[in-house]
């Protein structure tokens, strides 16, 4: 089955059932959805409108450039997504997690052009008087009317919240930051070099000879690359040795340590050597330059970092992976505030003094 999914997705793009992309082995949600997709009417024959049951996953499994981020973004850019209502948890025989109903839809009403509802019917719920294995609660025939109501009056209340497409969407951008290293050849560093790949494919004599060479570089500590390359070569050919490239890479990186005093590395265009251990991502909204969110978001408190313009996304060509998702639960989230440290304080005591009375009660 896997085997030609795969060869649908590869083969017929578009032309299948799978063209936007393929989630996830593991779950196939996305996968059933897609293939509800296929099956509608177009809109010349008056187009179709779907409703289906899945888990929390299908809205925000898988980051920017996943095939579930792109499944995702093909369902809500084509403005398929009508509704999604999330339902009380403990409604199915099998399982007790949250789940939601999406209501798909290829010929949206004018009002519902570009838009996506979201229903939060999570405490809508009736206890069961027996549980029916994981199954404990229940939905009321008035619920599910009030529920259905929200649905068609596409109205905003507090169970009820309409956004447009495109607050689903974000574009990851790659933030990168200048490699600063320092150089020295202590004999801890030097003690690095028998780690090297490069390094240990030389023979004794070889490796004695540049451990060497390296060991009249002395303690002094180079906070310029450069700087200390020609040096090291200098004591290199004093030795009458001569190393290839990926060999002066391994001795620079056994005798190097990352320093954020040292000089900014350059690579032999004259630019500089991005660091991988800090490099970071960054989800800017969608519909915001990605520029003006790095000037404010990201260079006040890193200055020396920059945008990476060679990750770009794959179909509109633009700085950025576009990733799409549906953080259901954030659009709904109420803060409670805790409670005064005062009453906490008068509970903690209560509690204590409950307990030494008990305590006090057993020596008696």
Not at 34 to 39: D, G, P
Request: proline share 5%; hydrophobic share 35%; with cysteine.
């Amino acid at each position: 089955m896997q085997k030609q999914v795969t060869d649908e997705h590869k083969h017929r793009g578009y032309d299948g059932r799978f063209g936007p992309g393929l989630p996830r082995v593991s779950d196939g949600s996305l996968l059933f959805l897609m293939h509800l997709v296929a099956k509608m009417r177009t809109r010349q024959d008056g187009g179709s409108r779907i409703g289906i049951i899945l888990n929390g996953s299908p809205l925000f499994t898988g980051g920017a450039g996943s095939g579930e981020s792109e499944i995702r973004r093909y369902l809500l850019q084509h403005d398929m997504v009508e509704a999604i209502v999330g339902l009380p948890t403990d409604m199915f025989y099998n399982t007790g997690i949250a789940t939601y109903v999406w209501v798909l839809s290829n010929n949206k009403p004018a009002e519902r052009k570009g838009k996506v509802q979201l229903i939060n019917a999570a405490g809508r719920a009736s206890k069961m008087r027996k549980s029916l294995g994981s199954k404990r609660q229940y939905m009321t025939d008035r619920d599910i009317d009030d529920i259905v109501r929200l649905y068609g009056t596409f109205e905003e209340t507090n169970e009820s919240k309409i956004f447009p497409v495109e607050i689903f969407g974000y574009r990851r951008i790659t933030v990168e930051r200048p490699l600063r290293l320092n150089f020295a050849a202590s004999a801890e560093r030097l003690a690095k070099l028998d780690d090297e790949k490069a390094i240990q494919k030389l023979d004794d004599a070889e490796q004695a000879a540049l451990k060497a060479a390296c060991e009249q570089l002395g303690e002094q500590r180079y906070t310029n690359r450069d700087t200390f390359t020609k040096a090291l070569i200098n004591a290199l050919k004093a030795e009458g040795l001569k190393v290839s490239a990926p060999l002066q890479k391994a001795i620079l990186s056994a005798l190097s340590e990352r320093d954020p005093e040292a000089d900014t590395c350059l690579d032999k265009n004259g630019n500089p050597e991005p660091d991988a251990g800090l490099r970071d991502n960054e989800n800017v909204p969608y519909n915001e330059s990605v520029f003006d969110y790095f000037e404010r978001e990201v260079k006040p408190h890193v200055p020396d970092a920059w945008i990476d313009e060679e990750k770009r996304d794959e179909l509109d060509g633009r700085i950025g992976i576009v990733g799409f998702e549906i953080p259901f639960n954030r659009h709904f989230y109420q803060f409670t505030p805790p409670r005064p440290l005062e009453e906490i304080d008068a509970d903690l005591k209560a509690c204590t003094d409950r307990i030494k009375q008990m305590i006090e009660g057993l020596s008696v």
